[in-house]
């Protein structure tokens, strides 16, 4: 009896933290929010998170897009060849591409690269006292660290899967036409056939809401850090954790909403 | 004048402020002592507003500042500086930016204005000409000195201080009590130091307060704490640990 008040005790502790998160980082998005209408608006700051966000998650984008492409035609060309159907190896590629691998696995390799430097930074501020420093002299930390930081991940990871989407159907095209011998005008007919505008954008809208849901739980896990190095590391791998969870969970709603 | 009246505070069960009551004179420094955990930086941060307190009133020039909303309590800031513990250099940037961090934020000087002030700042500390170093490749006791030239660069009237000579070597120790001595004499201002370090409070404190367990139980000149026959207070100023205060 008592090993089940326990269970439903640490069940019940869980939840309210759960939802006492939520809380917390839909808080830190409106006040991120309200600053962000506020001028000025510090581009500077901006700017900087947009290269390290963007610019510098490029290389690890284009390898995952690229080799994503390319094994996607050829698992789907085995498949397909099965009932003769390999000419649609292209539209496959780039539907998954648009759709569905370029935004979430774009925004898993940010979340990875630099959900968890945002936990990390923001997250060494606070326990060395940066953050209360920039409250001391009177500059907002949400204004100045965390907003910089949402506007950059929602701009940058969209224009991250647009790299990714070209990519992966580029090596689909490269393993498809050029290894495995589809005719190169029945590969690309059809993905000019089937992939329609929408999949593309709708596939930039999921990925710029994952950038929002990346950038917003690594602040809020960092901005929250208790603890030295310890809490860092512990904030950092949650971070990635959550981060990496709520995109594939939202993906699915998102997905079942636009699509 | 800062007036802390009847301050209180806990975290979840544990009281850590327990009706302070202080008045920090204008012009003058104040030495806040008390064992390591005993609220000393508690107090502090809540002179600047970083917390809240449960209840009581932080009077700064007569305006109590637990009431204000964000926006009117960072135009309250801008008359503090502040140097912590570990100096809380941004890392990201170097010694010329974290300097002129508040010229930027909140004047209107132009670039090469705020590198003139970085630079002065820089030499009432003892540290010209290391605008491009990094916090990274400061010692600890150059972190301080850059962090008490970033808290006096927008000419604040108030200056607190989070254990300055924690963790420095004799020399050093003694070159940041003389620092604190000069700045505050040469820019009038009124000073605010949290120390345990009996040596320094008596050389760099006007006056000085005991904080135990949550309340100021001596207040008084450097005369008059030595003089002072309170137990506790006597306990603390010898390290000794027979008395009042429980240390095992």
Not at chain 1, 196 to 201: K, R, S, V
Not at chain 2, 28 to 34: L, M, P
Not at chain 2, 154 to 163: A, G, S
Request: charged content about 20%; aromatic content about 6%.
């Amino acid at each position: 009896m008592k090993r089940i008040a326990e269970s439903l005790d640490n069940l019940g502790r869980s939840v309210l933290s759960g939802v006492e998160q939520m809380g917390g980082m839909l808080i830190l998005l409106i006040s991120a929010l309200s600053w962000m209408l506020r001028p000025p608006l510090k581009l500077r700051n901006i700017i900087k998170q947009m290269e390290f966000v963007g610019v510098k998650s490029t290389f690890v984008v284009v390898l995952t897009g690229v080799f994503t492409g390319m094994v996607l035609a050829l698992q789907s060309y085995h498949g397909f060849r099965l009932f003769s159907a390999e000419s649609l190896v292209g539209s496959t590629v780039a539907l998954s591409m648009t759709r569905e691998l370029g935004p979430v696995l774009t925004s898993l390799m940010v979340t990875a690269r630099a959900g968890s430097a945002m936990a990390a930074e923001l997250g060494t501020m606070r326990v060395t006292e940066q953050i209360d420093a920039l409250y001391v002299m009177a500059a907002n930390p949400i204004k100045y660290l965390v907003v910089p930081r949402i506007a950059a991940s929602v701009l940058m990871v969209p224009i991250l899967t647009a790299i990714s989407d070209f990519l992966g159907i580029l090596g689909g095209y490269f393993v498809g036409v050029i290894l495995l011998d589809i005719n190169e005008g029945i590969f690309l007919d059809n993905i000019y056939k089937y992939v329609e505008l929408e999949d593309i954008y709708n596939g930039l809208i999921k990925a710029a809401f994952f950038g929002l849901l990346l950038s917003v739980i690594g602040c809020y896990k960092g901005f929250n850090t208790r603890g030295g190095a310890e809490g860092v590391g512990m904030a950092t791998t949650e971070a990635v954790v959550i981060a990496s969870v709520s995109i594939l969970v939202a993906d699915y709603f998102l997905t079942a909403i636009m699509f | 004048m800062i007036r802390i009246v009847d301050l209180h505070k806990s975290f979840r069960s544990q009281k850590v402020l327990d009706g302070v009551n202080l008045e920090i004179e204008d012009g003058k420094t104040t030495v806040i002592i008390g064992r390591s955990g005993g609220g000393k930086s508690v107090l502090l941060k809540h002179i600047i507003g970083l917390l809240k307190p449960d209840s009581g009133q932080i009077l700064v020039d007569d305006m109590d500042i637990v009431k204000l909303d964000d926006r009117e309590l960072n135009e309250v800031r801008k008359k503090f500086g502040m140097l912590f513990q570990e100096g809380a250099l941004f890392d990201s940037m170097n010694v010329a930016e974290n300097v002129g961090f508040s010229l930027r934020e909140h004047t209107k000087m132009k670039e090469d204005e705020i590198r003139a002030v970085v630079a002065e700042k820089l030499r009432a500390v003892g540290l010209a000409g290391i605008e491009e170093k990094m916090p990274s490749e400061l010692s600890g006791g150059m972190r301080k000195r850059v962090a008490l030239a970033r808290a006096i660069a927008i000419n604040p009237q108030i200056v607190l201080f989070d254990e300055p000579t924690t963790g420095l070597d004799p020399i050093m120790l003694e070159a940041i009590n003389q620092l604190i001595i000069d700045t505050q004499r040469n820019f009038g201002l009124t000073c605010i130091v949290i120390s345990h370090d009996v040596e320094s409070i008596f050389k760099i404190g006007h006056k000085i307060a005991m904080l135990y367990e949550g309340k100021i139980i001596e207040y008084g000149t450097p005369e008059e704490i030595r003089r002072s026959t309170n137990p506790v207070l006597q306990q603390f100023l010898t390290g000794s640990i027979e008395g009042p205060i429980q240390v095992l």
